[in-house]
């Protein structure tokens, strides 16, 4: 069964810094994973995928991920902290493939400090 | 616009009601979901369809029933087995056999008391 681990549930970075939301899984098929961000009481909103293709994923807002095979991980970036970054995010994998369903992690709450 | 419509964004029961909330999407996808939100919890799939007629139980379908009459509408209800339904409540939608995106709706927040 799939599965995925975010770690820290909460985050914490300086307006201009770097920011690094961690994520982990575990598939028993090349997966497709995935970046959701969430503003509050809204719903989620695609900010990259991975699907086999180039393993450095470009998304919206200025965000990235990389695909690391050997770690099992898809980590997320963003080279320079924005305060409209403020949010919840959250990483997801694929099922086998025929299954269309998603399993998420449990989140981080990204916080930006002006 | 194409999207996902929920409604109504809060909603408000006296313990022992059902309460259904409604779901709807203009993408042509085949696929739709029903998901719990509870804080720090992630989110937890309760129903999901491939196709219009058929449906499957999520990983916490207990107190829920779902229908798919139709490819657009997927309501949700939430009977008075539920236990604990006071959550956020988020619908998605999918095109099968492809990268297995969904888009998600606004949400609903339903409040039992």
């Known amino acids: 069964a799939q599965s995925v681990t975010q770690l820290g549930s909460h985050v914490s970075v300086s307006e201009g810094a770097l920011v690094l939301l961690r994520c982990n899984y575990s598939s028993s098929v090349p997966p497709y994973l995935f970046w959701y961000v969430q503003y509050p009481n809204q719903g989620l909103q695609l900010l990259l995928k991975?699907?086999?293709?180039?393993?450095l994923v470009k998304g919206i807002n200025g965000f990235e991920a990389e695909f690391k095979k050997s770690e099992t991980s898809f980590h997320l970036t963003k080279p320079s902290a924005h305060m409209s970054d403020a949010a919840e995010y959250f990483c997801a994998v694929s099922g086998d493939f025929g299954n269309e369903k998603l399993t998420f992690g449990t989140g981080t709450r990204l916080t930006i400090i002006p | 616009d194409g999207g996902i419509t929920q409604s109504p964004k809060y909603l408000f029961r006296k313990e022992g009601q059902n309460v259904t909330l409604s779901c709807e999407q203009n993408l042509n996808h085949d696929a739709m979901y029903w998901y719990r939100q509870d804080p720090g919890q992630g989110l937890r799939l309760i129903y999901y369809?491939?196709?219009?007629?058929?449906?499957q139980k999520g990983d916490i379908a207990e107190g829920y029933s779902v229908s798919r009459e139709k490819k657009e509408s997927f309501p949700l209800t939430v009977t008075s087995a539920q236990k604990n339904p006071t959550a956020f409540y988020l619908c998605?939608?999918?095109?099968?056999?492809?990268?297995?995106?969904?888009?998600f709706g606004p949400g609903t927040r339903l409040t039992v008391t």
């Open positions: 998605a939608s999918s095109i099968t056999g492809t990268s297995y995106e969904q888009y």
């Open positions: 991975y699907t086999s293709a180039a393993t």
């Open positions: 369809s491939q196709i219009v007629n058929d449906f």
